[in-house]
């Protein structure tokens, strides 16, 4: 027996798109600026320190983005707001994950505003593991890490414990992270 839907679940806004025809493309960072019309796209500088993107484009139009930056593998995500809610979001952040495990990468981290449930709900459908939540003065997010070897279980396990933390040491730690983040 199928499980029913709920009658509470969001309906989509937008018709789903064919994504026959969203072009995919792993790309450099360097090369972002000459693949996208950098003047109508309000992309942060974080993508520009990514260690490899994945763009999606249809008929030539930037889409949206997803990439890896730092020695902490923070994943990042933008999709345009009128192709929200269509899939091309997962079908980048799928694309990114094989890369960083074709590449060895140990583990992903994920950061992701509380009120950002769009991205909460991808993250967790990719296996995210909630490591703790900050609530600063000004943001409240969500940290999250993706294991993709044994070390990166490993990882996760020895961070497991910061879910207890007290708030005064996770502003300490967040802010070390993003020290490190913007470094690399």
């Keep these: 027996m199928k499980p029913m839907l709920s009658p509470t679940r969001p309906r989509r806004s937008a018709p789903v798109r064919d994504l026959g025809e969203v072009e995919y493309s792993v790309i450099r960072p360097d090369e972002l600026s000459s693949v996208v019309d950098m003047e109508h796209v ?41 192709f929200q809610g269509q899939g091309i979001g997962n079908e980048l952040m799928t694309r990114v994950i094989d890369i960083a ?23 967790e459908k990719f296996g995210f593991i909630n490591l703790f939540v ?20 490993f990882s996760a396990i020895l961070l497991s414990p910061l879910r207890k933390a007290n708030p005064r040491a ?15």
Excluded at 60 to 70: D, K, L, N, Q, W
Excluded at 103 to 120: D, M, P, Q, V
Excluded at 170 to 184: A, D, E, K, N, P
């Design 134 to 153: 900050f609530t600063g003065s000004e943001v409240n997010e969500m940290f999250e890490i993706l294991p993709l070897s044994r070390a990166g279980w």
């Design 101 to 123: 495990r074709k590449r060895g990468e140990k583990f992903i981290l994920g950061a992701a505003y509380l009120t950002n449930y769009r991205s909460l709900k991808l993250t």
């Design 42 to 82: 309000n992309l942060s500088l974080l993508y520009m320190r990514s260690k490899f993107l994945v763009i999606a484009r249809i008929d030539r139009e930037f889409v949206g983005v997803c990439g890896i930056r730092g020695m902490m593998n923070t994943i990042s995500a933008e999709i345009r707001e009128k």
């Design 170 to 184: 996770l502003g300490l730690l967040y802010s070390l992270i993003q020290r490190l983040v913007s470094r690399t």
